[in-house]
């Protein structure tokens, strides 16, 4: 079965730290664009970081640039978000999503994790 598992929400400090980790099974990882959303209360769901099949290319949304670093290990199937000093507004539930568009259109998602910054 098609899974991708997160780990590393919970509870930080405002200027503090944190790393998620999607793990991905059940379909071949190396060839799908990997992402990043989050998504607050009463907010859209927005892309925050993703990252190419091979790790060639990465990109942030603009409010998370020079903070945030996605990065993949196309050996472990995993995708990592390395979050730092972080803000109150950065509040969300994060989720990992799976991309391809060639030679079809496929797209998985997990559960998502939470991240709250708060004193």
């Known amino acids: 079965q098609v899974q991708l598992v997160e780990s590393g929400g919970g509870l930080v400090q405002p200027g503090g730290s944190l790393r998620l980790s999607c793990v991905a099974s059940?379909?071949?990882?190396?060839?799908?664009?990997m992402r990043w959303y989050r998504q607050a209360p009463g907010k859209e769901r927005e892309l925050v970081a993703s990252?190419?099949?091979?790790?060639?290319?990465?990109n942030y949304a603009d409010s998370v640039k020079g903070r945030f670093t996605i990065s993949r290990d196309n050996v472990k199937n995993t995708v990592n978000l390395q979050m730092n000093s972080l803000k109150p507004e950065d509040t969300a539930v994060y989720y990992c999503?799976?991309?391809?568009?060639?030679?079809?259109?496929?797209?998985?998602w997990g559960q998502g994790t939470q991240v709250t910054v708060s004193s």
């Open positions: 999503n799976a991309f391809m568009t060639f030679p079809a259109e496929l797209q998985y």
């Open positions: 059940g379909f071949t990882f190396s060839r799908y664009l």
């Open positions: 990252i190419t099949s091979i790790g060639v290319s990465t």
